[in-house]
């Protein structure tokens, strides 16, 4: 076990004007800077490709003449290996080290992006994606890990901060690039744009290399390759049920096979690491109180957030008929808020204690679900949408940070690589889920709240039958106009009130969900004022 203040072989010494450093210092300053750039510059790029396709799917089917259900391969392609193989990249960066698969992994994004601006059919393209799954898996988990061993404590929160607010406005911008780059240009700029980037860390590398170079000469611990087949097939199963079950839904053969499948491998996983002299994910992790609270919240949180965020797009553009751009833009308050205090919001929770952020946090994120569910589709943007946007932004901006500053010290050095890909496997999977359950439950919540109203409509018993026989378009319903204007506009307000019925479900849902994860992260730290209390009790497992 390691002691809540002792180091790691894995925690290098800075190596400047070519002598190496006392044991205990820390990189410099310069060094530390350029290494946040550094890790900031290729998450970013493996985030923002994760949103900015969804622009260029228009695009891309008239281009290539293809079915929506070919197109969506082009989205799930990248997120179905890049989620799988997380944990398995995470290993690999404890193990051979986490400055060589970061910078391995931004070399296969690069040349995959390549390929996909290079691809001549969807065939092509969908294979390039799934190679910069690859490669995204290779580089998320090493740079957390990358920023907690060059780090000192005390720095450590903000750097965590800083990489959350860049990472998360790299996210919301994504879209709006895409959009200008493929009106300008081609859809093929989206992805060359990741050239530049890759440049710049490429140049940037030597300081990491330099940062990194002390290393300890054991040789390193062999993989886990049985437990690391297990879990990707396990886990690529899961994620490819939940990603098609909005498109296939429930009862299609291929989403329970799929489901069945990967339960049963993840289970044969779990024992396995029991078993083995060197698990891919030490289970010991999960003994830590702090670590598998932090987990459960991101769970919660996350799933949270992806089901919120999957249906405020459809109540701002369907029910609200603003336009696509205004309803990206409705969030802008939310990403300001967290580009501008994630970072200091991360030094000061590491000084007054994580824990609490993380509560006060949570239960204002909460709020913000909530706020946002009260919103009616004639409610004015700066008293009723504002309002809640604005609370969530804080909510989260309190919560993201100190809670991967609290999960990255609560393990042992040698494991940040795993845990941060466990945390972020977590996160995927809670919105995978999330969104799966959100859809269907607001098509049954549209299907029951339409029926009723239906029964006192008085409209047209013809026209009736029509929208029924529709309603699982929802908000796309067409409006039959042959019945006169008076029924069409009771039937499209019919239409609207019941999706905002659905909207308000899953928003108030959402907010219970954040409840849950508050209460999770009381009942399991609460003793704690942040990670290291945890670590000097428990131990660094």
Known sequence: MTSAVSRSPMSPPCVAAGVQAAADSRCLASDRRSILVLTVLGSSMAFMDGSVVNVALPTLQASFRATSSHILWVVQAYSLLGSALLLFCGALGDRFGRTRMYLLGVAVFALAS?????????????????????????LIPQALAILSDTYPEGERAGAIGAWSA??????????????????????????????????????LAPKLRRATAARSAAAPAPLDYRGAALNILGFAAIVFALSFVPQLGWKDPRIGLSLFAGLVLLIVFVLSQRSSKNPLVPLSLFRSSA????????????????????????????????????????FLPMIAIMF??????????????????????????????????????????????????????????????????????????????????????????????SVSI???????????????????????????????????LMLAIPIPQQFGSSPALRAEGMVESSFVTAYRHVMFGCALTTLVGTLVI????????????????????
């Not at 100190?402 to 977590?426: C, D």
């Open 166 to 203: 860049w990472t998360s406005v790299s996210i919301a911008i994504g879209p709006i690039v895409g959009g200008w780059l493929i009106q300008v240009s081609s859809w093929r700029a989206i992805f060359l744009l990741n050239i530049p980037l890759t440049a710049w860390i490429m140049w």
């Open 522 to 541: 009381l009942t399991t730290v609460r003793k704690s004022k942040n990670a290291l209390d945890v670590a000097e009790t428990e131990g660094r497992l």
């Open 291 to 330: 670590f598998s609270g932090a987990n459960v919240l991101t769970f919660l949180a996350y799933g949270a957030l992806g089901g919120a965020f999957y249906i405020v797009p459809y109540f701002l553009i369907g029910a609200r008929h603003l336009l696509p751009s205004s309803a990206g833009a409705a």
């Open 114 to 138: 390549i390929g996909c601006a290079a691809s001549l059919n969807l065939t092509e393209l969908i294979l390039a994606r799934a190679i910069q799954g690859f490669g995204a898996a290779l």
């Open 340 to 433: 501008a205090f994630s970072g200091r919001v991360g030094t000061i929770a590491a000084k007054v204690g994580e824990v609490k952020f993380m509560v006060a946090g949570s239960a204002l994120t909460a709020g913000g679900f909530a706020l946002l569910g009260l919103v009616s589709k004639e409610t004015r943007y700066s008293y009723g949408f504002l309002p809640g946007v604005l609370v969530l932004g804080v909510g989260i901006t309190l919560t993201v940070a100190p809670l991967t500053s609290f999960l990255m010290a609560s393990v042992a050095a040698s494991r940040r690589g795993v845990a941060s890909a466990v945390n972020n496997s977590v996160s995927r999977l809670g919105g995978l889920i």
């Open 438 to 472: 959100v859809a269907v439950a607001v098509s049954h919540t549209f299907n029951h709240e339409f029926g009723r109203q239906m029964q006192s409509s008085g409209l047209p018993v013809e026209m009736q039958r029509i929208l029924v026989h529709s309603e699982g």
